[in-house]
């Protein structure tokens, strides 16, 4: 098998320049290199209310795969990210079922919200964690320098109040909440 890094989630944040778009920030414990994930808002969603240990009252996605797995004895030993082609990284499962092991593609994404579910590990290949990964230490400094420099440009309150809207309307509830607290910041100082 091909030199892989052992990794985790090291952050998922939130777009300022594109609304439902998240970033998986993935890396080694002891390093600040970190690869970034673009994920969509349901699997960021997922992804966080498992790692806040938050348990929803019905099951999600991922945690019903999670129970069917269990139901039928199958077991998630780990996750590899294994290639990048046409901007997307590709990932594998490998399940274990009695002493069968069977590798299933799987969107990176997905793969790692199953992982945080049981707490298997997620491997990169080398090569492109190499290829990938940015020193976050010197981003930070960087970023620093550029917001002195620059100012930041801010949603307006009636685009807050239109993507309240939004979500409320496509029944996004976490975010609608994050939105009227935003909108509530801006005007109740």
């Known amino acids: 098998m091909n030199n892989r890094v052992k990794i985790s989630i090291q952050g998922l944040i939130s777009s300022k320049t594109t609304i439902r778009t998240f970033a998986l920030l993935l890396g080694q414990e002891a390093e600040t290199r970190r690869v ?3 994920i969509g808002p349901m699997e960021a969603e997922s992804i966080a209310l498992q790692l806040q240990g938050i348990k929803p009252p019905r099951p ?5 795969l999670i129970n069917t797995l269990s139901a039928f004895n199958i077991q998630l030993l780990e996750v590899n990210i294994h290639r990048f082609e046409n901007g997307v990284f590709y990932s594998e499962l490998l399940l274990l079922n009695n002493e069968k092991t069977v590798t299933v593609d799987a969107r990176t994404s997905d793969a790692i919200a199953l992982a945080v579910r049981v707490g298997c590990p997620v491997f990169m290949d080398q090569t492109m964690f190499n290829e990938f990964a940015i020193d976050m230490e010197e981003t930070s400094s ?3 320098e550029g917001e002195q420099q620059e100012t930041e440009e801010e949603t307006t309150l009636e685009d807050l109040q239109e993507q309240l809207k939004q979500a409320i309307a496509n029944e996004q509830y976490e975010e609608a909440a994050r939105l ?3 909108i509530n910041s801006r005007t109740n100082p």
């Open 60 to 64: 999600l996605t991922h945690d019903l």
């Open 36 to 38: 970034t994930i673009i």
């Open 180 to 182: 009227r607290d935003a």
């Open 142 to 144: 960087e970023t620093k």
